[in-house]
Structures are given as C-alpha cells and as structure tokens.
C-alpha cells in the first residue's frame, strides 16, 4: 500500500479521506496546514499527496509549486469544491501547477481510492 499525505483545512473532510484510506490499508499521514504539510513532505518520503486548493494558510496552489520543486517525484492529487469560482477553474489550474490528478467535491470513497490507486501507479 502507499504512503499518502492528506491536507485540508477542513476537519470533516479531512477525517473522512483519512479514515477511508486508512481503511483500504493505506498509510497516512493528515494536516489541517499547509505550511504544516510541507514540512512533513520535507521529512519523509510520501507515494502521494492529496491537497485542498483553497485553504487559509498555504493555498494547493502553492503547496503544488513547493512540492514539484522539493519531492518532484511525488504524485499530487489536487481536490475543490470550489469556492469564488467554480471547482474546475481551480482544478485546471492545479494541473498546470503539477497535480496529475483531481478530485472534485463531494467525492465518493470509491472515486477517491480509484484516484488514489492511479496516482500511485
């Protein structure tokens, strides 16, 4: 199974992803922060990150830059439900960044361990 980092601002989506990947045998590691995240990126070595574009702290879009320039290797799942715009503005725009993959809120666990499988290749 994968090593997956999960980041989130919100504590309710964040314990659902955690506990459905913990569920399918998953390691994860889970953050409400940003800033948080990146240095648990920076400390051990994760097969896949999944991040919320639009968070208080460190936006996805500047986890995405920060993590292809220090772990280019890990896969990056981006996921929004949006907000000022629509999800797939922000989601597109997650792709350009480096994030191979998207999620878009609501998600089922099922469409998330699909994702999850395919980013880990």
Do not use: W
């Not at 879009?61 to 320039?69: A, T, V």
């Not at 629509?86 to 998330?112: C, H, N, W």
Request: net charge negative; aromatic share 2%; hydrophobic share 45%.
């Amino acid at each position: 199974m994968s090593k997956i980092l999960v980041v989130d601002d919100d504590g309710n989506i964040l314990q659902v992803v955690e506990a459905a990947l913990l569920m399918a045998g998953h390691e994860v590691v889970a953050h409400s922060s940003g800033r948080e995240a990146i240095k648990s990126a920076a400390a051990g070595k994760f097969d896949v990150v999944i991040t919320d574009i639009l968070m208080p702290d460190m936006d996805g879009m500047e986890m995405i830059r920060e993590l292809r320039r220090t772990c280019p290797e890990v896969s990056i799942v981006a996921m929004s439900g949006g907000g000022r715009a629509k999800s797939d503005d922000y989601l597109a725009i997650a792709r350009k960044l480096g994030a191979e993959l998207i999620l878009t809120k609501p998600f089922t666990p099922q469409e998330l361990l699909n994702v999850v499988q395919t980013a880990a290749g």
